[in-house]
């Protein structure tokens, strides 16, 4: 039993930062008015964060990577019966992750281009028309409840872990590290880490709308007669 490396610094960073900025966007609208502008923002810092993470689900260290820990049936049945052994997420966590992620996905994607009908428009509202726009505030508003019951079915896993298996699952995810018989993650290295960002970075200014041209200026010229 020796201390090793699980999370490497840059899913750490992702983890907490996500958890930030999903509980800034969902007291902001509960907020409104003002404070709307920061659900933007937020939106689409997610967006950034999520690209990143797909990304280094691919070119991370070794528990950070999607085929590490997305296995099937069989893993998930294993586990069930109590025969399965691993490190990082297990296969009932590695559900877990791809459901908040991809829920997350469509609720940003789908807040984009949505708007209150009062005085937020998101970021790229104005690619689209006003009915595709009210399409789109409908399933964003539908998909915020089932994003709600993960993340308590997500806190309610870690509770279990923690009270009752007695796993520090939150420490591990701030320190990085665990005890146990694992191998130390390998991999996901600086220029791995620069190709995700830059790609998160793309993404986060691309959902922004910031390329999008300004309509031209009206003038109210005073007829000639």
Same mark, same amino acid.
């Given at each position: ?17 996500? @958890? ?27 967006? #950034?964060?999520? @690209?990143?993470? $797909? ?7 070794? %528990? +950070? ?13 294993? %586990? ?5 052994? #691993? ?6 966590? +590695?559900?877990?992750?791809? =459901? ?22 998101? /970021?790229?509202?104005?690619? @689209? ?15 915020? /409840?089932?994003?709600?019951? $993960? ?5 309610? =896993?870690? +509770?279990? %872990? ?13 320190? #990085? ?13 600086? =220029? ?8 998160? $970075?793309?993404?986060? %200014? ?6 999008? /041209? +300004?309509?031209?200026? @009206?003038?109210?010229?005073? /007829?000639?007669?």
């Amino acid at each position: 039993m020796r201390r090793f490396l699980v999370w490497d610094l840059p899913t750490r960073i992702f983890h907490w930062a996500l @958890v930030v900025c999903v509980v800034g966007s969902f007291v902001s609208v509960k907020i409104g008015g003002n404070a709307m502008d920061w659900h933007g923002r937020f939106g689409v810092t997610i967006v #950034g964060l999520l @690209v990143f993470r $797909l990304v280094w689900g691919f070119v991370g260290s070794t %528990y +950070a990577r999607f085929s590490q820990f997305v296995r099937g049936p069989g893993a998930i049945q294993a %586990y069930l019966q109590g025969r399965w052994q #691993g490190v990082g997420h297990n296969p009932l966590g +590695a559900l877990s992750v791809l =459901a908040m992620l991809g829920t997350l996905l469509l609720l940003v994607a789908t807040g984009l281009f949505a708007n209150d009908d009062i005085a937020f428009d998101g /970021p790229l509202y104005k690619l @689209v028309g006003k009915d595709f726009s009210d399409r789109a505030a409908g399933i964003h508003r539908l998909i915020e /409840p089932l994003t709600i019951l $993960l993340v308590l079915v997500h806190l309610g =896993a870690i +509770a279990f %872990y923690v009270r009752v298996r007695k796993e520090a699952l939150i420490m591990s995810m701030i320190t #990085g590290s665990k005890v146990g018989a694992g191998e130390t993650a390998k991999g996901g290295g600086i =220029a791995a880490f620069c190709v995700a960002l830059v790609i998160a $970075l793309a993404a986060a %200014y691309g959902a922004s709308g910031a390329w999008i /041209p +300004a309509p031209p200026p @009206v003038t109210n010229e005073n /007829p000639t007669w």
